[in-house]
Protein backbone atom coordinates (compact mmCIF):
# COMPACT_ATOMS: atom_id res chain seq x y z
CA UNK A 1 0.00 0.00 0.00
CA UNK A 2 1.11 3.43 -0.90
CA UNK A 3 0.01 7.00 -0.22
CA UNK A 4 0.68 10.02 -2.97
CA UNK A 5 3.74 12.35 -2.57
CA UNK A 6 2.90 14.48 -0.02
CA UNK A 7 0.43 12.57 2.22
CA UNK A 8 -1.07 13.83 5.54
CA UNK A 9 1.90 12.55 8.16
CA UNK A 10 -0.30 11.22 10.58
CA UNK A 11 -1.59 8.91 7.91
CA UNK A 12 2.34 7.55 6.58
CA UNK A 13 3.25 4.17 8.04
CA UNK A 14 7.39 3.65 8.37
CA UNK A 15 9.02 0.88 7.15
CA UNK A 16 12.47 0.85 8.93
CA UNK A 17 15.39 -1.62 6.78
CA UNK A 18 18.10 -1.82 9.50
CA UNK A 19 20.79 -4.80 7.86
CA UNK A 20 23.07 -6.20 10.81
CA UNK A 21 26.22 -8.48 10.26
CA UNK A 22 28.40 -9.13 13.38
CA UNK A 23 26.20 -5.75 14.93
CA UNK A 24 25.84 -7.08 18.46
CA UNK A 25 28.15 -3.94 20.37
CA UNK A 26 26.03 -1.17 18.84
CA UNK A 27 22.82 -2.90 17.43
CA UNK A 28 20.83 -2.49 20.43
CA UNK A 29 21.11 1.64 20.76
CA UNK A 30 20.28 1.53 16.71
CA UNK A 31 17.45 0.24 17.13
CA UNK A 32 16.45 2.22 20.64
CA UNK A 33 17.09 5.10 18.27
CA UNK A 34 14.31 4.39 15.92
CA UNK A 35 12.18 3.67 18.96
CA UNK A 36 12.94 6.54 20.19
CA UNK A 37 11.27 8.41 16.81
CA UNK A 38 8.28 10.70 17.76
CA UNK A 39 6.46 9.73 14.72
CA UNK A 40 4.12 6.67 16.21
CA UNK A 41 3.57 4.72 13.42
CA UNK A 42 6.82 2.98 12.33
CA UNK A 43 7.81 -0.85 11.95
CA UNK A 44 11.43 -1.56 12.29
CA UNK A 45 13.01 -4.67 10.16
CA UNK A 46 16.38 -5.76 11.17
CA UNK A 47 17.74 -8.44 8.46
CA UNK A 48 20.62 -10.56 9.69
CA UNK A 49 23.02 -11.27 6.76
CA UNK A 50 24.46 -14.81 9.00
CA UNK A 51 26.21 -12.89 11.75
CA UNK A 52 28.11 -15.16 13.82
CA UNK A 53 28.22 -13.29 17.05
CA UNK A 54 24.89 -12.29 19.49
CA UNK A 55 22.95 -10.35 16.21
CA UNK A 56 20.21 -12.71 15.38
CA UNK A 57 19.72 -13.17 19.35
CA UNK A 58 19.25 -9.45 20.29
CA UNK A 59 17.27 -9.07 17.43
CA UNK A 60 14.87 -12.35 18.48
CA UNK A 61 15.06 -10.77 21.92
CA UNK A 62 13.91 -6.85 20.96
CA UNK A 63 11.25 -8.59 18.65
CA UNK A 64 9.40 -10.30 21.33
CA UNK A 65 9.26 -6.96 23.08
CA UNK A 66 8.77 -4.77 20.38
CA UNK A 67 5.98 -5.33 18.45
CA UNK A 68 6.89 -3.31 15.74
CA UNK A 69 9.88 -5.15 15.00
CA UNK A 70 10.35 -7.57 12.20
CA UNK A 71 13.42 -9.91 12.53
CA UNK A 72 14.46 -11.54 9.41
CA UNK A 73 17.37 -13.97 9.02
CA UNK A 74 19.44 -14.34 5.45
CA UNK A 75 19.63 -18.36 4.33
CA UNK A 76 23.43 -17.00 3.63
CA UNK A 77 25.84 -14.03 4.23
CA UNK A 78 24.89 -12.07 0.56
CA UNK A 79 26.32 -8.52 1.89
CA UNK A 80 24.42 -4.91 2.82
CA UNK A 81 22.68 -4.50 -0.50
CA UNK A 82 21.09 -7.95 -0.10
CA UNK A 83 20.00 -7.28 2.95
CA UNK A 84 18.82 -3.88 1.94
CA UNK A 85 16.42 -5.65 -0.63
CA UNK A 86 15.01 -8.23 1.73
CA UNK A 87 14.20 -5.64 4.07
CA UNK A 88 12.19 -2.93 1.53
CA UNK A 89 10.69 -6.51 -0.39
CA UNK A 90 9.33 -7.07 3.74
CA UNK A 91 8.30 -3.84 4.08
CA UNK A 92 4.51 -2.85 4.48
CA UNK A 93 4.64 0.82 5.03
CA UNK A 94 4.09 3.63 2.49
CA UNK A 95 7.49 5.02 2.91
CA UNK A 96 10.88 3.07 3.76
CA UNK A 97 13.66 4.95 5.60
CA UNK A 98 17.20 3.27 6.15
CA UNK A 99 19.41 2.96 9.04
CA UNK A 100 22.28 0.29 9.71
CA UNK A 101 23.12 -1.24 12.68
CA UNK A 102 26.17 1.10 13.95
CA UNK A 103 24.14 4.28 13.09
CA UNK A 104 21.62 6.35 15.09
CA UNK A 105 18.81 9.00 14.65
CA UNK A 106 17.69 11.70 16.81
CA UNK A 107 14.21 11.08 17.92
CA UNK A 108 11.79 13.72 15.86
CA UNK A 109 13.93 12.28 12.47
CA UNK A 110 10.75 11.41 10.66
CA UNK A 111 7.96 13.45 12.48
CA UNK A 112 10.19 16.04 11.05
CA UNK A 113 10.74 14.84 7.52
CA UNK A 114 7.32 13.48 6.84
CA UNK A 115 5.96 16.80 7.87
CA UNK A 116 8.46 18.64 5.43
CA UNK A 117 7.55 15.94 2.67
CA UNK A 118 3.49 16.82 3.24
CA UNK A 119 4.29 20.59 3.29
CA UNK A 120 6.47 20.56 -0.05
CA UNK A 121 4.68 17.76 -2.27
CA UNK A 122 8.37 15.91 -1.78
CA UNK A 123 8.80 12.39 -3.35
CA UNK A 124 12.45 11.86 -1.39
CA UNK A 125 13.72 13.69 1.68
CA UNK A 126 16.72 14.15 3.75
CA UNK A 127 18.56 15.53 6.29
CA UNK A 128 21.80 16.74 7.95
CA UNK A 129 24.00 14.56 9.72
CA UNK A 130 26.38 13.73 12.11
CA UNK A 131 29.84 11.97 11.29
CA UNK A 132 31.57 10.73 14.20
CA UNK A 133 34.53 8.18 15.15
CA UNK A 134 34.08 4.84 17.90
CA UNK A 135 34.99 7.72 20.81
CA UNK A 136 31.81 9.64 19.71
CA UNK A 137 34.01 12.27 18.88
CA UNK A 138 32.11 14.41 16.29
CA UNK A 139 34.21 14.73 13.23
CA UNK A 140 32.11 16.72 11.20
CA UNK A 141 28.33 17.83 10.26
CA UNK A 142 27.42 17.13 6.72
CA UNK A 143 24.73 19.96 5.80
CA UNK A 144 23.47 18.91 2.37
CA UNK A 145 22.09 21.49 -0.29
CA UNK A 146 18.48 22.33 0.44
CA UNK A 147 17.54 20.27 -2.50
CA UNK A 148 18.85 18.10 -5.46
CA UNK A 149 18.11 16.78 -8.53
CA UNK A 150 19.69 14.25 -10.55
CA UNK A 151 22.51 16.58 -12.06
CA UNK A 152 23.26 17.84 -8.57
CA UNK A 153 23.15 14.20 -7.51
CA UNK A 154 25.72 13.12 -10.32
CA UNK A 155 28.47 16.29 -8.73
CA UNK A 156 27.97 14.22 -4.92
CA UNK A 157 25.83 12.14 -2.99
CA UNK A 158 23.25 14.83 -1.03
CA UNK A 159 21.88 12.15 0.53
CA UNK A 160 23.11 10.53 3.22
CA UNK A 161 21.48 7.04 3.42
CA UNK A 162 20.63 6.63 7.24
CA UNK A 163 18.86 10.14 6.55
CA UNK A 164 16.93 9.40 3.35
CA UNK A 165 13.20 8.44 3.25
CA UNK A 166 10.96 7.98 0.20
CA UNK A 167 7.15 7.90 -0.57
CA UNK A 168 6.69 4.77 -1.95
CA UNK A 169 3.87 5.76 -4.53
CA UNK A 170 7.73 6.29 -6.73
CA UNK A 171 7.83 2.98 -6.65
CA UNK A 172 10.69 0.85 -4.89
CA UNK A 173 14.38 1.06 -5.84
CA UNK A 174 16.50 -1.98 -5.63
CA UNK A 175 20.66 -1.96 -4.20
CA UNK A 176 23.15 -3.49 -6.48
CA UNK A 177 25.81 -4.98 -5.34
CA UNK A 178 28.86 -2.44 -6.25
CA UNK A 179 30.77 0.08 -4.80
CA UNK A 180 29.22 3.18 -3.10
CA UNK A 181 25.99 0.91 -3.46
CA UNK A 182 24.04 3.76 -1.89
CA UNK A 183 24.98 6.51 -3.84
CA UNK A 184 24.22 4.54 -6.65
CA UNK A 185 20.45 3.70 -5.17
CA UNK A 186 19.44 7.29 -4.07
CA UNK A 187 20.95 8.60 -7.61
CA UNK A 188 18.24 6.24 -9.51
CA UNK A 189 15.31 7.21 -6.65
CA UNK A 190 15.90 10.92 -7.33
CA UNK A 191 16.71 10.38 -11.36
CA UNK A 192 12.86 8.49 -11.06
CA UNK A 193 11.23 11.25 -8.69
CA UNK A 194 12.98 14.79 -10.52
CA UNK A 195 13.88 16.31 -7.00
CA UNK A 196 14.40 15.21 -3.23
CA UNK A 197 14.54 18.02 -0.47
CA UNK A 198 16.14 18.53 3.27
CA UNK A 199 14.40 19.30 5.85
CA UNK A 200 15.46 23.30 6.11
CA UNK A 201 17.23 22.36 9.55
CA UNK A 202 20.98 22.21 9.61
CA UNK A 203 21.01 21.06 13.09
CA UNK A 204 21.69 16.97 12.41
CA UNK A 205 19.46 14.82 12.59
CA UNK A 206 21.01 11.22 12.48
CA UNK A 207 24.69 10.01 13.77
CA UNK A 208 27.03 8.25 11.07
CA UNK A 209 29.55 6.37 12.48
CA UNK A 210 32.92 6.16 10.76
CA UNK A 211 35.01 2.97 11.52
CA UNK A 212 38.67 3.37 11.07
CA UNK A 213 39.60 1.25 8.22
CA UNK A 214 36.59 1.50 7.09
CA UNK A 215 35.58 1.20 3.49
CA UNK A 216 34.58 4.60 3.79
CA UNK A 217 37.30 5.90 4.62
CA UNK A 218 39.81 4.13 1.82
CA UNK A 219 39.74 7.27 -0.35
CA UNK A 220 41.75 5.40 -3.51
CA UNK A 221 39.00 2.93 -3.64
CA UNK A 222 36.01 5.59 -3.15
CA UNK A 223 37.42 7.58 -6.44
CA UNK A 224 37.42 3.87 -8.51
CA UNK A 225 34.02 3.38 -7.44
CA UNK A 226 33.28 6.60 -8.16
CA UNK A 227 34.70 6.93 -11.91
CA UNK A 228 33.57 3.30 -12.12
CA UNK A 229 29.65 4.59 -11.87
CA UNK A 230 30.09 7.73 -14.18
CA UNK A 231 31.41 5.38 -16.72
CA UNK A 232 29.78 1.90 -16.40
CA UNK A 233 26.46 2.48 -14.72
CA UNK A 234 25.28 6.11 -15.94
CA UNK A 235 26.90 5.08 -19.03
CA UNK A 236 28.26 9.39 -19.38
CA UNK A 237 31.37 9.87 -21.97
CA UNK A 238 34.80 10.58 -20.93
CA UNK A 239 34.51 14.19 -20.77
CA UNK A 240 31.20 14.53 -19.02
CA UNK A 241 32.37 11.83 -16.56
CA UNK A 242 35.93 13.76 -15.52
CA UNK A 243 33.83 17.19 -15.67
CA UNK A 244 31.31 15.66 -12.52
CA UNK A 245 34.44 13.40 -11.47
CA UNK A 246 35.91 17.08 -10.61
CA UNK A 247 32.95 17.74 -8.66
CA UNK A 248 32.95 14.86 -6.82
CA UNK A 249 36.32 15.11 -5.05
CA UNK A 250 35.76 18.93 -4.41
CA UNK A 251 32.77 18.28 -2.39
CA UNK A 252 34.08 14.87 -1.19
CA UNK A 253 37.23 17.26 0.77
CA UNK A 254 34.58 20.14 2.03
CA UNK A 255 32.58 17.13 3.96
CA UNK A 256 35.35 16.34 5.77
CA UNK A 257 36.61 19.87 6.66
Known amino acids: MSLPAGSAPS ?111 SAISYTAYRRFDESDNTLSVVVPPIEADYAAMLKSNRIGNLTGVYDRSIGDGRFEKIGHEDYVFWLAMVKRAGIARRVPSEEPMADYLVRSGSLSADKRKAARWQWNIYREVERLDPVRAAWYFAHYAAIAVAKRR
Open 11 to 121: RARVSVVMPAYNAAATLQSSMDSVFAQTHADVELIVVDDCSKDASWEIIRETAAREPGVVPIRMAKNGGVAAARNAGIEAASGTHIAFLDSDDRWRPGKLEAQLAHMAATG
